[in-house]
């Protein structure tokens, strides 16, 4: 166990934690499991219970207890028959012992009667006396429209006297008989549709005054006394929504998920043969789309004849519920978004596959193209001249209205004569492939169910072969790929959709809950997405968003980075030094007011004296508790050294709450995503060792030479650092240089320097001879590395390193490049796979690196250039919210550059020159031509116009240059790389720190040390050279390095700084 303390950290005794406890997950003061701190005996009543009403409970099951018993309301993400219903019966049952009531709405009459006999079944195995509207022991009072009179008059007697523990109703009594239940407040209320209250503002008033709310005219006061479980909702979430997140802390969220295991077959034309074969061959179960109501009248005569068919239209919906009951084996409806059979049908038992006859589409006339429409085209045929001139008011198009009729009529012309993938162009309209409705309905055929997910088909028939080819390129946006029919084995398919739902049935607990943890919201909020449309819990303000993945749902949050540092106040600056090294993290907090974070117990800011601070202990809390709930955590930072640490930190401080896994991903995709949570892992503690070994040394020899520079300069703001200090050294030296001239003589015609001129020729003979013309064959460049990433950023993009830092962290927490610390120029599988989907037959493999490392090369996760991008992003197709122009210019860099690393060799033109003048003679080669698509993506030669041959005469300037000019950002970035001193995750972060002292400037991008800057280096050059060498720094980094390959001891090496520290102290 690697040694550690956490300050107050113990969640037992509010005491340390130590690294003992955490392997024993229990105190040690109070000899009490961790555990213990959050187990309710009402949880332990409830599952004894539960199992004798109803049976053993799931995972997902004794989440949801955990969360009732504290008093949580929640919508219930989980897939098909996982028992939610079962669970708020049995709640009900429990709470009714306690002397509690509840209300269970369901959205129909059966499912009233269903219910009511559950009750009395889990009643009877559980040895309690239910009666059915009359008083018992427990006492159910339930309503129907089809009762009996003396029934009803038996349950209206009961609610007028509130004679009842469980009150089971529809949705519809809720709406027509709520004065009946005015003044009731309910312990527990289960929604089993949600979506009949979600649509109406009433409902959702109605509910928050039976969990003891009141309506004021100001809003809504009070704080529920009971708690409202729901199910998760299937239509769009309207204004009504958000007083269950402002007064009950949760949103409803969808139950519709993007995962799906479907295949996709496209077939070419509208064969009726060919679709009655798929029928016959691929059994029953089909759902059958098509583009209106007279085509689904159409087909249902058809295929009535031969096929057990019924059909759903606005009029004609009882057919669904023969379909449900197997009385007929197939549907027909209409392939709208929000039709029943698109969105309303959740039967993973019956639904096997569909057919869509004709490709979901949008249609747009010209003259009513909308300001979204227009944007989205003009980002299309963005290549027209005429188009181009718009694209800089594009996205702000609506602040233009004088130039949207110009747009309109522009685009009807260009749309007739510029090609399009993607799109239909017809004399009258556009068309657009709507794949979203697509994947909406070929999903009913493969749904989460308590036992997996089932395996469905979708055969997708179409005459238009253009449009067809539209569909099929659109649909790769999703990553939908489609099979032609040729390729599939119909009989084969229709056994593995048959053997996913048998393999399923005597399979228990596939679905479990999971915390998983994230450092930024942001990259929370994205994962979330690329699973669906997310639900939200907030718990004491941290946000958590709850999906379900294949094998978990997951409750997706934020650490915000790290939750502990060294603290300042214990042992040598924060570590614990008897005979071994311990280092002692105490919680971060932060000012509120201005930024400043500092680990001591401070009531006020150090800094500024401001008290509102922001302790991470809060965050602690709430995780310690989300984990205890989900009973399993995976942590899924950054995959780095410090994301382990964290991980690390994490896994510690959630000990004995919860097993705790590891997920490494280096790009935010559906797909890195999940392989990520199908392939777990520990912590890695010989990176975490080396990790807490470079933490530890910058902080012994940071704050020992920054107490030596404050007393001093007598200036708290000083600091140094072992890597720091070389950095501002070379930044010093070559300003010295700068300083230090020449005279050159310059011909700006050829663009040459002569040196050794006198200042008063002006004009020079010379005689230009070729001594070699080659033609040399280059490989592009490799894709970017951080550094590189950093210099380009800076020289092309004049960013400085902070911020291209920060705009590429914001990038990959979007999902649309890879991880962007690394010093790796690997090219994946997938890397490889998205150049080759762009530059087709100009694509060459180029791995880069024989052998892949921890990461691979800062690339961009899809086959999209900027402005297919911004396209994709303003569709939709990607949750991402707007990006700056600054983060467009920074991932155009990085995709040019990369698939300019994945294109062939660069041919170059080289001449090489003696040019003789004045009885002196200089060599010049020069690059006079270049070809390869590589260029073309990305420019990385340099040509220049070829030299006059013979004697010329040319005219010279006379300049004085320095004879070295300053270092940029990027130069220096490059020497760190070139001399081994930081890494990627450093690079910015010091020479941002240089910035922060004011002992370096920037003017026009160079770099320029401050007479502080000189002071700072003279003092630590003169009286610690030794500690803050090039040399040691580096050795040291090389130690390092050894730790987190397992080949030295970290305790060794913390030996190895002491000693040294202690001579400087």
């Known amino acids: 166990m690697t040694l550690v303390v956490y300050e107050g950290l113990c969640s037992v005794c509010n005491g340390d934690l130590r690294h003992e406890e955490i392997e024993g997950k229990r105190c040690e003061v109070k000899g009490v499991p961790f555990i213990l701190s959050f187990q309710r005996d009402e949880e332990r009543e409830f599952e004894e219970f539960f199992e004798r009403a109803v049976g053993k409970p799931r995972e997902l099951q004794r989440f949801w207890m955990k969360r009732l018993v504290r008093g949580e309301s929640f919508a219930a993400v989980a897939p098909t028959g996982i028992g939610k219903t079962a669970f708020g019966l049995a709640f009900s049952l429990f709470y009714a012992l306690k002397g509690k009531k509840s209300y269970i709405l369901v959205p129909t009459t059966f499912l009233v009667g269903q219910c009511v006999e559950w009750l009395n079944e889990f009643g009877k195995k559980a040895s309690m006396r239910v009666k059915v509207n009359e008083e018992g022991e427990v006492t159910v009072a339930f309503y129907h429209g089809r009762m009996r009179k003396n029934e009803k008059e038996r349950f209206e007697k009961l609610v007028r006297r509130g004679s009842f523990d469980i009150l089971v109703t529809t949705t519809s009594f809720l709406s027509r008989r709520f004065n009946d239940l005015k003044g009731r407040i309910f312990d527990f209320i289960f929604v089993d549709d949600v979506d009949a209250i979600l649509k109406s503002s009433r409902n959702v008033g109605r509910v928050l005054f039976l969990l003891g709310l009141r309506k004021e005219p100001d809003g809504w006061v009070g704080s529920p006394k009971g708690v409202l479980m729901t199910s998760t909702a299937t239509a769009t979430k309207g204004k009504s929504t958000r007083l269950f997140r402002t007064l009950l802390n949760f949103d409803a969220g969808s139950s519709f998920f993007t995962v799906r295991n479907v295949e996709d077959i496209a077939v070419n034309g509208v064969d009726v043969e060919k679709v009655k074969e798929v029928l016959r061959r691929m059994g029953r179960g089909c759902l059958l789309y098509v583009r209106t109501a007279e085509?689904?009248?159409?087909?249902?005569?058809?295929l009535k004849d031969e096929f057990k068919i019924g059909m759903i239209t606005a009029e004609r919906k009882r057919d669904y519920e023969l379909f449900k009951d197997g009385r007929i084996d197939h549907l027909v409806g209409t392939s709208h978004f929000y039709g029943l059979l698109v969105r309303g049908l959740d039967l993973p038992e019956k639904i096997r596959y569909v057919v869509f006859i004709g490709a979901p589409t949008m249609k747009f006339r010209y003259e009513t193209l909308t300001p979204k429409v227009i944007k989205i085209l003009a980002l299309i045929f963005k290549r027209n001249e005429k188009i181009r001139r718009y694209l800089p008011i594009i996205m702000n198009l609506e602040r233009h209205p004088d130039k949207l009729e110009e747009m309109r009529n522009l685009i009807r012309i260009v749309s007739k004569t510029e090609e399009a993938e993607d799109i239909i162009v017809s004399e009258d309209e556009i068309i657009f492939p709507e794949v979203r409705t697509y994947i909406q309905g070929s999903g009913r055929t493969s749904r989460l169910t308590a036992h997996g997910l089932t395996k469905g088909a979708s055969f997708l028939f179409e005459d238009d072969e253009r449009l067809l080819k539209a569909f099929l390129k659109r649909a790769e946006y999703y990553d939908v790929s489609f099979k032609s029919l040729d390729q599939v084995d119909l009989d084969s398919l229709s056994e593995e959709i048959d053997e996913s739902r048998r393999r399923r049935r005597g399979v228990t607990d596939i679905i479990r809950p999971a915390l998983f943890i994230v450092e930024s919201p942001t990259k929370a909020r994205i994962i979330s997405r690329l699973f669906g449309k997310p639900g939200v819990k907030v718990m004491d303000d941290l946000v958590m968003y709850e999906v379900a993945s294949q094998n978990y749902v997951l409750l997706i949050t934020a650490c915000r980075g790290h939750v502990v540092d060294l603290a300042t106040g214990r042992g040598l600056h924060g570590v614990e030094t008897d005979g071994t090294f311990t280092p002692v993290y105490s919680t971060i907090k932060r000012c509120l007011n201005c930024n400043y974070q500092f680990t001591m117990g401070f009531d006020q800011c150090p800094l500024c004296g401001h008290t509102e601070i922001e302790d991470s202990k809060r965050i602690i809390d709430v995780l310690r508790k989300a984990a205890y709930q989900t009973g399993f955590v995976i942590i899924g930072t950054d995959p780095d050294a410090e994301g382990e640490k964290i991980a690390w930190d994490l896994r510690n401080l959630l000990s004995g709450l919860a097993e705790v896994k590891r997920a490494e991903f280096h790009e935010v995709t559906f797909k890195a995503i999940t392989e990520a949570l199908m392939n777990l892992r520990d912590v890695n503690e010989n990176l975490v060792k080396a990790q807490m070994v470079r933490r530890i040394e910058d902080r012994w020899i940071g704050f020992t030479l920054s107490q030596k520079l404050q007393q001093i300069f007598k200036n708290r703001n000083l600091s140094a650092g072992r890597v720091q200090t070389p950095v501002l050294e070379w930044i010093i030296k070559r300003y010295e240089e700068t300083r230090r001239r020449k005279k050159i003589a310059y011909s700006p015609e050829l663009k040459l320097t002569f040196e050794g001129l006198e200042s008063g020729v002006d004009e020079v003979e010379v005689e230009i001879d070729v001594l070699e013309e080659r033609i040399e064959k280059r490989s592009p460049l490799p894709p970017y590395t951080t550094d590189e990433m950093l210099r380009d950023a800076n020289k092309i993009l004049h960013l400085n390193s902070k911020l291209a830092m920060n705009l590429a962290q914001d990038l990959f927490e979007a999902g649309l490049i890879t991880y962007h610390r690394t010093d790796s120029?690997?090219?994946?599988?997938?890397?490889?796979?998205?150049?080759?989907?762009?530059?087709?037959?100009?694509?060459?493999?180029?791995?880069?690196?024989?052998?892949?490392?921890?990461?691979?090369?800062?690339?961009?996760?899809?086959?999209?250039?900027?402005?297919?991008?911004?396209?994709?992003i303003y569709e939709g197709v990607i949750p991402v919210r707007r990006v700056s122009p600054r983060h467009l210019a920074l991932y155009d860099l990085i995709f040019r550059r990369f698939m300019a690393s994945q294109c062939g060799d660069i041919v170059l033109k080289i001449r090489k020159y003696r040019i003789r003048y004045l009885g002196k003679e200089k060599v010049e080669e020069r690059i006079i031509g270049a070809e390869g698509k590589a260029l073309e993506i990305y420019s990385s030669v340099k040509v220049q116009g070829a030299l006059p041959e013979g004697k010329v005469k040319i005219k010279v300037e006379h300049r004085v240059v320095p004879r070295e000019y300053p270092y940029t950002q990027a130069d220096v970035i490059g020497l760190m790389r070139e001399k081994a001193i930081g890494r990627p995750s450093t690079y910015s972060t010091i020479i941002?720190?240089?910035?922060?002292?004011?002992?370096?400037?920037?003017?026009?991008?160079?770099?320029?040390?401050t007479n502080l800057g000189r002071k700072i280096h003279s003092v630590l050059a003169e009286n610690f050279k030794d500690y803050v060498s090039e040399e040691r720094t580096r050795n040291l980094l090389r130690r390092m390095d050894d730790v987190e390959k397992g080949r030295a001891d970290y305790q060794e090496t913390l030996r190895e700084i002491y000693e040294e520290i202690k001579r400087i102290i």
């Open 295 to 302: 085509e689904v009248e159409r087909w249902h005569n058809i």
């Open 825 to 872: 120029i690997h090219v994946s599988e997938v890397g490889a796979r998205i150049a080759k989907d762009y530059l087709g037959e100009n694509f060459k493999m180029r791995r880069w690196a024989s052998k892949e490392g921890a990461h691979e090369c800062i690339r961009p996760t899809r086959p999209w250039e900027k402005t297919m991008l911004q396209r994709m």
């Open 992 to 1009: 941002d720190k240089l910035f922060r002292r004011g002992y370096v400037i920037e003017r026009k991008r160079w770099l320029f040390p």
